[in-house]
């Protein structure tokens, strides 16, 4: 089955406390990226990824990283947690690799099941 | 700058009713537009997109959605909407090379008996 798994779905940890959560697509797609949801802000983007070993900054960037060493994983990772981002999470994965050939009718998003983060 | 106005945050319909969600968008040049739906506690799924052609695009669950360049929108309809249509509705712009994603704030949408 075609999709995209996040690890750990819930997780709450204390301030300044390394963590990392992690994204996993079995549909050999080329592009990958992060969201937040917070209520009344829809969600925002923080980074995404063409391909492996490439990457960049979306509208919310601070405070995170990630990294793109294999295809199929682009995980999300929290030197040092602060209250903030406390949110809902979001991995998602296209089959466009974008800038490289042009857009199908066929190409779309497709989205984890979230990871929902609170941060004490 | 590149943004997506929902200016509806909920919105309440009888079931058998019609809906139309409103949606907005600030971008500089032909943006992509897609209507996504958040079941409570689940994650997003596709309902539609446009990229190019025809305005009037249908999607899944008797969705449609119609582009309007010269009023910069893209509104979501269903022409009679199910209890179970009773979620939360995101439109979204992504950029022509399919790398950044602008998101509305969402519109929530309870449906009446």
């Known amino acids: 089955e075609a999709q995209v798994t996040q690890n750990p779905r819930y997780l709450i940890t204390v301030t300044g406390k390394k963590l990392t959560v992690t994204c996993s697509q079995n549909m050999n797609h080329e592009y990958m990226s992060w969201y937040r949801q917070d209520p009344g802000l829809g969600l925002r983007q923080i980074y995404y990824?063409?391909?492996?070993?490439?990457?960049d900054k979306g509208d919310v960037p601070e405070g995170y990283k990630v990294s793109r060493k294999e295809k199929r994983n682009f995980p999300l990772i929290l030197e040092s947690p602060s209250p903030n981002q406390t949110s809902l999470y979001f991995c998602?994965?296209?089959?466009?690799?974008?800038?490289?050939?042009?857009?199908?009718?066929?190409?779309?998003?497709?989205f984890g099941p979230g990871t929902r983060l609170t941060v004490l | 700058a590149q943004s997506v106005t929902q200016p509806d945050i909920h919105i309440t319909v009888s079931e058998g009713a019609s809906l139309e969600l409103r949606c907005n968008y600030s971008?500089?040049?032909?943006?992509?537009l897609f209507w996504y739906v958040q079941s409570p506690g689940q994650g997003l799924q596709l309902l539609l997109k446009y990229f190019s052609g025809d305005t009037l695009v249908q999607g899944i669950k008797g969705f449609e959605a119609e582009f309007k360049r010269s009023q910069s929108s893209f509104n979501l309809r269903k022409p009679s909407v199910h209890w179970s249509d009773a979620a939360e509705y995101f439109c979204a712009v992504g950029a022509r090379n399919f790398n950044k994603f602008y998101f509305g704030s969402g519109t929530k949408l309870n449906v009446k008996p």
């Open positions: 990824s063409m391909n492996v070993e490439v990457t």
């Open positions: 998602a994965s296209s089959s466009n690799p974008g800038g490289r050939r042009r857009t199908t009718l066929t190409d779309t998003q497709y």
């Open positions: 971008y500089g040049a032909t943006p992509y």
